[in-house]
């Protein structure tokens, strides 16, 4: 197979062998989608999940609670996968919704894409367990932070997590994620400023 630069393909396939046929067959089966800043991928109660590998750009998943409070529970920059996994694992409906924080491009992955690669014999999956094992740390690392650390020490496991973000998003979302106010926010990294 001839590899294209930053896709789900080469984003499952580097370092190990998946047949041509089966990348042929995944190829035939991703979707592109251009996708406008604000523009909603998913929402909350969606039966017809997907995941979403970001060609460019940049998303969000999050959820709003009963007060209407948004909280942000993942980034997606260039080649990061997003999706709601549990509702992919455990049939239902979503619990995330997914959106554009940028003019976003990414390739649309289907639950049937998974499974031709779960059923290639000539493929370890190594990879993508390792892949998938990595992204799982960086949500119990978050969740451990959440439980445990300063404002200020959250916000610099962000900045470590998702290098470059920080120039790309408002100050609200990142205060969203790290689970703070705004003002919150801007006063630890004022104070943290001060100290130094």
């Known amino acids: 197979m001839t590899s294209t630069e930053n896709s ?4 499952i396939s580097n370092g190990h062998d998946i047949t041509n ?22 929402r909350k ?29 993942m980034f997606a920059p260039e080649k990061w996968i997003i999706s709601d996994i549990n509702s992919l694992a455990i049939p239902g409906g979503s619990d995330l919704f997914v959106q554009a924080i940028e003019n976003t491009e990414v390739e649309v992955i ?5 499974q031709l690669i779960s059923d290639d014999k000539n493929n370890s999956h190594l990879k993508e367990v ?5 992204r799982n740390a960086v949500l119990q690392k978050r969740i451990i932070s959440l439980m445990s650390q300063t404002a200020i020490e959250r916000y610099n496991d ?5 290098p470059g973000i920080v120039q790309r998003v408002p100050q609200k979302m990142i205060a969203s994620y790290l689970g703070i106010t705004p ?11 001060a100290k130094r």
């Open 8 to 11: 789900f393909i080469d984003f």
């Open 21 to 42: 046929d089966v990348c042929k067959a995944i190829e035939s089966k991703i979707l592109i989608k251009k996708v406008k800043k604000k523009e909603l991928l998913q």
């Open 45 to 73: 109660g969606d039966t017809n999940l997907k995941a979403y590998y970001v060609k460019s750009g940049l998303l969000k998943s999050y959820t709003i609670d009963e007060n209407g409070k948004e909280h942000i529970f």
């Open 110 to 114: 289907s639950p049937e894409i998974f």
């Open 130 to 134: 390792n892949k998938l094992h990595r």
């Open 158 to 162: 962000f900045i470590k997590t998702y």
């Open 183 to 193: 003002q919150a926010l801007s006063k630890s990294i004022s104070q943290a400023s």
